[in-house]
């Protein structure tokens, strides 16, 4: 059974900054892509950033500048450095992880149950 767990969110003010650390546990073969999503008070789910297992970034635009997501292989783990935070930052973050399943000889895509992110004005 694969897990995964967020940590990091918090209350922060306009302008301070949090880092969200996600770690994936249980039997884990391979992991491809890795990403973090947030959704918001009636909003829909969307991604803000996603990361491939050699590295290659991709961000949304709303956040492009002010945050940075990284992973530590070795470490099943993946990282979002955020910056400059804003009242609209405010979200549940997700993260989510597509980890090798051997009985279906594909990556499925796994999520964690989220931490809250709250900036304040």
């Known amino acids: 059974q694969v897990q995964l767990a967020e940590s990091g969110g918090g209350l922060v003010q306009a302008g301070g900054s949090l880092r969200l650390s996600c770690v994936a546990s249980g039997t884990i073969y391979s992991i491809n892509d890795m990403g973090w999503y947030r959704q918001a008070p009636g909003k829909q789910r969307e991604l803000v950033a996603s990361?491939?297992?050699?590295?290659?970034?991709n961000y949304a635009a709303s956040v492009e500048g002010r945050i940075t997501i990284s992973r530590d292989n070795a470490k099943n783990t993946v990282y979002l450095e955020m910056n400059s935070l804003k009242p609209e930052d405010t979200a549940v973050y997700y993260c989510k992880a597509d980890i090798f399943n051997i009985d279906q000889a594909r990556y499925v895509g796994h999520w964690g149950q989220g931490t809250l992110v709250t900036v304040s004005s």
């Open positions: 990361i491939t297992n050699g590295g290659r970034t």
